[in-house]
């Protein structure tokens, strides 16, 4: 692989269901981020690692959690999906989180319906 | 609170020159960035500034004034393959990105 993939590409979710987004980067990048983009919004930062073993919230992170154990993979769990969860995830990752380029680089994206 | 402001839809002619400006309020700087974003698909970056000026990089050029919050990005002899939303995000005083909302660029023949 190159680059981050991401798994499922698209779901159906029936609400109260717990589910995981799987999000794997084989660039070494120090960090990356887990973002919602919803019509007429911009992306909205979800959670963000930046490195592996921390975490961070980031400006709407209710619902959801995350996990580091190691470089390449930082999973998105809802624990209990809601209607109001449903939204395209990108997950992102830069080589590091501070200043200087640092531009991030995106994932494909996982496309989620909670009915 | 922390704001990006940018059109919400543009419409430009193949060959011509539009520019897509962005305002931006946050808690902070640390660079301006641009990204490409095609329907259905993941954001690209194009241009990142952190000093006033422009950047020029092919046909795609971008400015910052961090004195007027404000920021444009220049595609010149437009293309159809242009016809994409162009994201400004700002870096805070945290390290985080700031998102606009994205403007939709229309390219017609």
């Known amino acids: 692989i190159a680059g981050i993939t991401q798994a499922p590409t698209s779901q159906i979710l029936a609400a109260g269901r717990r589910m995981t987004l799987r999000c794997t980067q084989d660039m070494r990048h120090n960090a990356m981020y887990w973002y919602r983009q919803d019509l007429g919004l911009g992306l909205r930062l979800i959670h963000y690692s930046n490195t592996a073993g921390t975490t961070g919230k980031g400006e709407v992170p209710d619902g959801y959690s995350v996990s580091r154990a190691n470089t390449d993979d930082f999973p998105l769990t809802l624990a209990s999906a809601v209607p109001s969860q449903t939204s395209v995830y990108f997950c992102?990752?830069?080589?590091?989180?501070?200043?200087?380029?640092?531009?991030?680089?995106f994932g494909p994206g996982t496309r989620l319906t909670v009915l | 609170g922390q704001n990006i402001d940018q059109p919400t839809e543009m419409t430009a002619t193949e060959g011509a020159i539009v520019q897509i400006n962005c305002t931006y309020q946050t808690s902070g700087f640390n660079g301006l960035f641009w990204y490409q974003q095609h329907a259905g698909e993941a954001p690209t970056f194009l241009s990142y500034?952190?000093l006033d000026g422009l950047e020029e990089k092919g046909r795609f050029s971008s400015f910052l004034s961090r004195s007027k919050g404000y920021s444009y990005l220049l595609l010149k002899e437009l293309q159809m393959k242009d016809s994409a939303s162009y994201l400004c995000?700002?870096?805070?005083?945290?390290?985080?990105?700031?998102w606009g909302a994205g403007t939709k660029l229309i390219i017609k023949p």
């Open positions: 992102a990752s830069s080589e590091g989180s501070g200043s200087g380029y640092n531009e991030q680089f």
């Open positions: 500034n952190v």
């Open positions: 995000a700002v870096r805070d005083s945290n390290y985080q990105l700031i």
